[in-house]
């Protein structure tokens, strides 16, 4: 499997998934050598669409490279943490923290979760120039081979890779580490999703266009403005900078519902009143100020009654024939008329983020005994409002940048708030910065705090790695978030996943094996791990991190089925005829109907494949509508 992607990104260029969309939906478009002719495309379309050749553009140094990186696969393994998930508060959970980078772990979620993440919100890096933020890619490109892909210069070619490799922290070396995972995040929403994305003024216009071109301009929703901070007056030269943003973009927005966030329990309150319709509370119709047109209405004595009223009069008519309207007699003698206000769906999410609504930016970690282990954590309750307004049950919200988990936090705290009739689950993914490595040219603030965090991990036994610091504010919340509501029975596990490349001498061998000529080779599962090689065929496979698949034994021989894959992943030194035979038994005797029969390559011989290959094929005779494919990954 990891050669194939080896071979498929060798040929990744810029623009492959658009022309496989063009390809998918105007077929007529290509000719026999399967170039695209655009004459055809234009007459294809319905009359009176208008195409211009005027574009305002967007374009930067790497943009490119950066769609390149859209067409091209990961070559980690999604390794499991099988002690931790072992757990039984981690057993069954629904949850997943992932530790890698996110383009890989982005790349593996598509396979499985594409078009399934109703949430995403992230903070990246703001590109301050004093937040850490470089750009460095693992990409082993030369310049002629990036000249020949990207259709450039060789001068252009060696700038871009100048950029990709020396930690440039420009604006183009940041948008060009945005735009692929912004393309993968698109991809992995509901048609109906939302992605919420905190951003400051270094990189607020820049990330605007870029969302744009990446979601679209129609599916702009809005750039909320949030106040973070009260001061700063002193140490600014010209304006105290008091705010960030968020910028919000739907994934479809004709597909995407009102936005609300619920009410809270003391505003509840006040719906005192409950008939077969629903909750409601007696409300006056009589306003101080209101727009609508004055009318008069005849109170039960016959008196008619004028006054500035909240509903127009056609509505009052409807409502009073429906036994939404009542009269009251006042002590004075006069009537006081009503109607019931019935509950809306929820509260209109507001634009403006007010500082006076959220936790100072320590006080949630704060709480559960890691205060200023991060620079600027955003709080639980601006997370959960954002959030809270656009998850139902069973959704997934997703963050790629969790930095101290806040997300994760939220999720599960939004979800005991319901008291689980709000059941969410969350993938969390965060790079595991080597911590240690860090510290060697850091200074100042920055040094400061990597050394309280260095500390912080040593003191729990845990690796100097930023990831592992999200790891245990999870935790941390998941038993505050219990202490707090002791009946609470949802989901407060998760499972952890680690990606790793396969190491370089395994590559090697890879690249050098030759399946055809039935060479020997030293590689077996052990170079990678059995667990490690089955849950990334699972999630390759489209059965995402939670799903396990199910023990098989073939007489002596240890198989793994899950859905319509059967995996035969162990070395084949137990795999014989007897083996052979028990799988056609399952076939003919059992529910048990895999059409995929998924071969770990380096694990079998020549000859047990072809033995497996004749069997299927006698199998096949013997039921036409049986198709059975071997896949043999490598």
Known sequence: MIKDIMAHNADAAAGQK?????????????????????????????????????????????????????????????????????????????????????????????????????????DPPYNTGSDGFVYNDKFNFTAEDLAKRLDVSPERAERILSMTRRGSASHA??????????????????????????????????????????????????????????????????FAIEHDYVLVYAKDIEQLPDLFVPFDQNYLKRYAFEDEIGKYFWDTMERSSTATKPYLIEAPDGTMLEGKWFRKEDRFLEDKKNGEIRFLKKENGSW????????????????????????????????????????????????????????????????????????????????????GELPLKYVMIQLPENLDESLKTATGERKELLIRDINFLEGLGYPHTLDYLGFERIKRAAKKIKEDNPLFAGDLGFKHYTLEEPKKDALLLMERFDPVSNNITPLNVDDFGL?????????????????????????????????????????????????????????????????????????????????????LRTLKEGNKTLTVNIDVRY
Not at 47 to 75: I, P, S
Not at 78 to 101: Q, T
Not at 537 to 565: C, F, P, R, S, T
């Open 18 to 122: 658009e022309m496989e969309v063009l390809r998918r939906y105007f077929p007529q478009c290509f000719d026999a050598d399967g170039k695209f002719d655009i004459e055809t495309f234009k007459a294809s379309l319905p009359d009176g669409t208008t195409l211009t050749d005027e574009t305002t553009g967007f374009n930067w140094l790497g943009k490119n490279y950066a769609r390149m990186l859209t067409n091209m696969d990961t070559t980690t393994l999604i390794r499991p943490d099988e002690e931790h998930n072992a757990k039984p508060e981690n057993r069954n959970s629904k949850n997943v923290y992932i530790s890698g980078d996110n383009l890989d772990a982005l790349q593996h979620l598509v396979k499985s979760y594409g078009g399934k993440v109703k949430v995403i919100y992230i």
């Open 173 to 238: 070396a940041w948008l060009t580490f945005m735009l692929p995972r912004l393309s993968f995040a698109r991809d992995l929403l509901t048609d109906d999703g939302v992605i919420f994305i905190s951003i400051d003024d270094n990189e607020q216009a820049n990330l605007k266009k870029l969302c744009d071109e990446v979601f679209g301009e129609h599916n702009f929703l809005t750039n909320m403005t949030r106040r973070t901070k009260v001061g700063g007056g002193s140490a600014s030269n010209h």
């Open 336 to 419: 006081a008329v009503q109607f019931k206000q019935r509950i809306a769906q929820g509260k209109k999410i507001r634009s403006i983020l007010g500082e006076n609504e959220f936790k100072s930016h320590q006080e949630d970690l704060a709480e559960l005994g890691m205060a200023n282990l991060f620079s600027y954590p955003k709080t639980v309750y601006l997370v959960k409002y954002l959030i809270q307004s656009v998850l139902k049950p069973n959704d997934i919200c997703l963050d790629a940048f969790s930095g101290s988990a806040t997300t994760a936090h939220s999720v599960m705290q939004l979800s005991s708030e319901f008291s």
């Open 531 to 615: 667990q490690t090689v089955l849950r990334t065929w699972l999630v390759a496979d489209g059965y995402g991190l939670i799903e396990d698949a199910e023990e098989v034994m073939l007489g002596n021989y240890k198989a793994y089925w899950k859905g319509d894959h059967l995996y035969l992943i162990n070395p084949d030194r137990n795999f014989d005829a007897n083996s052979i035979a028990a799988l056609m038994d399952k076939y003919h005797g059992e529910p048990f109907s895999p059409h995929n029969i998924v071969v770990f390559g380096y694990s079998f011989a020549f000859t047990h494949r072809e033995e497996l290959q004749k069997n």
